[in-house]
T-cell receptor, first 109, second 114 residues
Framework: GEDVEQSLFLSVREGDSSVINCTYTDSSSTYLYWYKQEPGAGLQLLTYIFSNMDMKQDQRLTVLLNKKDKHLSLRIADTQTGDSAIYFCAEWETDKLIFGTGTRLQVFP | DTEVTQTPKHLVMGMTNKKSLKCEQHMGHRAMYWYKQKAKKPPELMFVYSYEKLSINESVPSRFSPECPNSSLLNLHLHALQPEDSALYLC?????????????FGEGSRLTVL
């Protein structure tokens, strides 16, 4: 598969908003996903968006999709120290999930 | 029960050893996956079982041998591994077979090959 790109690192102050960006490759992807991985743990599905939507909100999480530019973002409102983790976007490609390179989010007090 | 359980959590083995990783889920999920994750990298797909049959093998070396004894269990048999095989091995499952990206992951088995 081709690369799904994310910026490597993001540092935010507690209480601020975080925005994690992702550029994907397959314009035919029907679903796009965000996963969270805490240190030493497996991945946890946070949210997903169907490709015919441009926005989805789920409590503190907002997903924005720009299909023309193949750009996906995850906004976390009121970021907390418990949000510190690695965030992976992922696209469903034919018969498997392709993960992005991952963004490490660090939240400081 | 909404968990995927992996054992052991940590495994250290020599290059001549034979060991196995085990994964179990009791959610009635019909597809199960093995992923390999190196440090600071995304997970890479190794194998997929759908309805207890191997449906995807991502050209994984034969020193890794998957097995799905029943719909709840997935094993990964390891033999003659190399130090570069040291990684976190993640098991995942999905409810309706292959075709969805809504994966439920276990905590992983961290493997060190000496």
């Amino acid at each position: 598969g081709e690369d799904v790109e994310q910026s490597l690192f993001l540092s935010v102050r507690e209480g601020d908003s975080s925005v994690i960006n992702c550029t994907y490759t397959d314009s035919s992807s029907t679903y796009l996903y965000w996963y969270k991985q805490e240190p030493g743990a497996g991945l946890q599905l946070l949210t997903y968006i169907f490709s015919n939507m441009d926005m989805k909100q789920d409590q503190r999480l907002t997903v924005l999709l720009n299909k023309k530019d193949k750009h996906l973002s995850l906004r976390i409102a009121d970021t907390q120290t418990g949000d510190s983790a690695i965030y992976f976007c992922a696209e469903w490609e034919t018969d498997k999930l392709i993960f992005g390179t991952g963004t490490r989010l660090q939240v400081f007090p | 029960d909404t968990e995927v359980t992996q054992t052991p959590k940590h495994l250290v083995m020599g290059m001549t050893n034979k060991k196995s990783l085990k994964c179990e889920q009791h959610m009635g999920h019909r597809a199960m996956y093995w992923y390999k994750q190196k440090a600071k990298k995304p997970p890479e797909l190794m194998f997929v079982y759908s309805y207890e049959k191997l449906s995807i093998n991502e050209s994984v070396p034969s020193r890794f041998s998957p097995e799905c004894p029943n719909s709840s269990l997935l094993n990964l048999h390891l033999h003659a591994l190399q130090p570069e095989d040291s990684a976190l091995y993640l098991c995942a499952s999905t409810p309706r077979g292959v075709g969805t990206g809504e994966l439920f992951f276990g905590e992983g088995s961290r493997l060190t090959v000496l």
